[in-house]
Structures are given as C-alpha cells and as structure tokens.
C-alpha cells in the first residue's frame, strides 16, 4: 500500500476504534507506539546499536539482529519461571552462538529443579536464536579464582508407557537403565531405581501421600520429589532423571545426553 494512502487509512482506523471504544484495538495501538517511538528517536540521534533501535529494525528485516539481545529477550521470557522455582539465570554474553550464563538459586539446590530448569532455559535460547549453539553455566570456584564452566548439555528423552497413578511407583526399562517414576500430587518424577545402599530396586517400595519412598529392603526414606535422603540428610540420594509429560499425557525421560 502506498504510504500516505496507508497513513489516510490508520487515521480513520484510529478514529472509529475510539469512537467504538475498542479497548484491546487501542491498546495494541498503544503497543506499538511504545515500542516504535524509543527506537526511532533512537535510530533519528544516530544510536543505531541500542537496543531499541536494533529491535526496531530486525521488526523489518533491515538489520541482523545481535545474538546477545536475542539471548536477553529468549531469557527475560523464561525469567518468570525460572523465578517461581525459586532459580535465578543472569545472561553473562554470547560468542559465536554460545551463551555464558550464571544459575543460581534452586538451580544450585535440587538435583530435578536444576535439570528441569536449565532444560527450559535451553529451549527457550535456542527457539529464539537461529545461531544457538549450546549453553554454558559459568560458576565461581571454591577459592574464587576463575570461572568454572559447566556445559549444559541438551538431554535425549525416550518415549515411555504411561506413568504410574497419583501416590504409585512404577519401573520401565530405558535404554538398559531402569527408570524408577513416581508420581506425587499428581506430578510425574523419574530417578535411577536403586537404593544408595546397594542398588536394589525401589519398585515394591512405600510412597505415602507427602511424597516419601521408603525402601523395601533397607526402609531408607527419600523425597520422591527431589531424590534427597528424608532419614538421613547427609547421606547421598537417589539420581534424578529429566522428565517431560507432553499435553495429551505421554511421558518423557532422558537417561543420556547430546
């Protein structure tokens, strides 16, 4: 459409979304507004490499938009989750495709909640960046000298039967590995199935309603939630494995890694 005849018609599109009173319509118009008039004030001082204006431009596909602001907005969408677990994910840059960044928080804690998070924090990256490469969480040593990496590598899920019911166990065989899952307050979680103490399988175990698994042979309790010791806090717990239930209820576990 050619640009005045355009700009004729916002003008009475605007006009009779007022006089309607069309309170979404006017505030995607709002919307757009606040996005376009940084960025163009922006790109008119010259200052074409902020943020705003850069975002501006990839809207048309007039500039490649920087990796570090495609990795800033793919985080800032998973921030709010990572949040409500008690996690925190601070973007530290990006090179060639590879994003540093520091978790903390339950990221630090929980073996499931660590996993579960850095899984999302993953997907989200590389949905929203055609050059993701991988991602790497970068911790401060022990003594505080440098940085240690720790690569987030993406899990390979396999497929599996149904989940057990609410407050059941159920074992399946993945890959050569059983797979422990129990399901608590109608969430599913899956674990390596074996006792710490010396491998026997927890299947024929006990799960009482608040989520503890009490071992069959050893009466060893663990959080089914979690894979940590319940009795004994000290001592090592079960391994957790990622997992995903997708939206018409099948079930996902990842023993291995790409």
């Known amino acids: 459409m050619e640009f005045h005849a355009a700009l004729r018609e916002l003008e009475t599109l605007v006009e009779t979304l007022e006089r309607e009173g069309d309170e979404r319509a006017l505030l995607l118009l709002e919307l757009v507004d606040a996005i376009h008039r940084p960025g163009l004030a922006l790109l008119a001082d010259g200052r074409t490499e902020e943020e705003a204006a850069q975002t501006l431009l990839a809207m048309y596909d007039l500039v490649e938009v920087d990796e570090r602001i495609l990795a800033e907005e793919a985080l800032d969408g998973i921030r709010p989750y990572v949040e ?4 925190a994910v601070e973007l530290l840059g990006v090179d060639d495709g590879l994003v540093r960044v520091r978790m903390s928080g339950a990221c630090e804690g929980c073996a499931g909640s660590a996993t579960t998070l850095r899984r999302g924090v993953e997907a989200a ?3 929203a960046m055609p050059t993701f490469r991988g991602v790497v969480d970068e911790k401060p040593t022990p003594d ?3 940085l240690l990496q720790i690569e987030l590598r993406a899990p390979v899920f396999v497929r599996v039967e149904a989940g057990p019911e609410a407050g059941g166990l159920r074992t399946v065989l993945i890959d050569g590995m059983d797979v422990l899952l129990a399901r608590v307050d109608q969430e599913l979680y899956a674990f390596r199935d074996g006792c710490v103490v010396d491998g026997l399988p927890l299947g024929n175990g ?4 608040d989520g503890v ?3 069959p042979w050893h009466n060893c309790a663990y959080d089914a939630r979690s894979g940590k010791r319940v009795d004994d806090p000290e001592a090592p717990g079960m391994a957790v494995l990622p997992i995903a239930v997708d939206e018409g209820g099948g ?3 990842a023993v291995g890694t790409a």
Do not use: I, P
């Open 84 to 87: 409500s677990h008690g996690g």
């Open 125 to 127: 990256l590389r949905e």
């Open 144 to 146: 505080g000298g440098d």
């Open 206 to 209: 006990r799960l009482s309603a």
């Open 213 to 215: 698994l009490v071992c």
């Open 251 to 253: 079930v996902r576990v």
